[in-house]
T-cell receptor
Framework: NAGVTQTPKFQVLKTGQSMTLQCAQD?????MSWYRQDPGMGLRLIHY???????DQGEVPNGYNVSRSTTEDFPLRLLSAAPSQTSVYFC?????????????FGEGSRLTVL | AQTVTQSQPEMSVQEAETVTLSCTYD???????LFWYKQPPSRQMILVIR??????QNATENRFSVNFQKAAKSFSLKISDSQLGDAAMYFC???????????FGKGTKLSVKP
């Protein structure tokens, strides 16, 4: 069972570079989301999607773009990386839509922006 | 904004002893789920236990149980017979974010002493 797969697991960027964090799930979940985790801050929602073609902003969306062309994939794009985006990023999916039920998480991606 | 508060940034317990992690939240909803997630050093987010707010009976999963007090909006996690493998960050969460997305507390770091 693959569950939620995130790539890459580690990435170092220079300020101003762009990149995409990939997320794929094989559980046919309609709901997918991206969180970032920073020390002492818990997990904060960046963007989420309730189905293919539908995305919306979370608590901290600035500097990030998402799209959802298929049920399985939900990539997160950093348009112009900044040091403030140094964080651990988690993709998560849920069988239940909003209000969200149990979230299934990927293993996380640690991003460092120099 | 609705919030989740974990008032204990760090806690410590002796192996085989019992420890309780606290969580309070703010909601005007009457029916929702509450969750406790564990994050060991591997970074993986693991669901520990789930409570349905409309059920009066407290949820139990092996050595983990909750003390759910709906009127007080309190959702504490009790770990009995603590084991070294219980050492981790623990996050409580509930669908209090915009559109019912899960919002997370800032976490409690649990250490287990042999």
């Amino acid at each position: 069972n693959a569950g939620v797969t995130q790539t890459p697991k580690f990435q170092v960027l220079k300020t101003g570079q762009s990149m995409t964090l990939q997320c794929a799930q094989d559980m046919n979940h309609e709901y997918m989301s991206w969180y970032r985790q920073d020390p002492g801050m818990g997990l904060r929602l960046i963007h989420y999607s309730v189905g293919a073609g539908i995305t919306d902003q979370g608590e901290v969306p600035n500097g990030y773009n998402v799209s959802r062309s298929t049920t399985e994939d939900f990539p997160l794009r950093l348009l112009s990386a900044a040091p403030s985006q140094t964080s651990v990023y988690f993709c998560a999916s849920s069988r239940q839509g909003v209000p969200v039920g149990e979230l299934f998480f990927g293993e996380g991606s640690r991003l460092t922006v120099l | 904004a609705q919030t989740v508060t974990q008032s204990q940034p760090e806690m410590s317990v002796q192996e085989a002893e019992t420890v309780t992690l606290s969580c309070t939240y703010d909601t005007s909803e009457s029916d929702y789920y509450l969750f406790w997630y564990k994050q060991p050093p591997s970074r993986q987010m693991i669901l520990v236990i789930r409570q349905e707010a409309y059920k009066q009976q407290n949820a139990t999963e092996n050595r983990f149980s909750v003390n759910f007090q709906k009127a007080a909006k309190s959702f504490s996690l009790k770990i009995s017979d603590s084991q070294l493998g219980d050492a981790a960050m623990y996050f409580c969460a509930y669908p209090g974010g915009s559109q019912g997305n899960l919002i997370f507390g800032k976490g409690t770091k649990l250490s287990v002493k042999p």
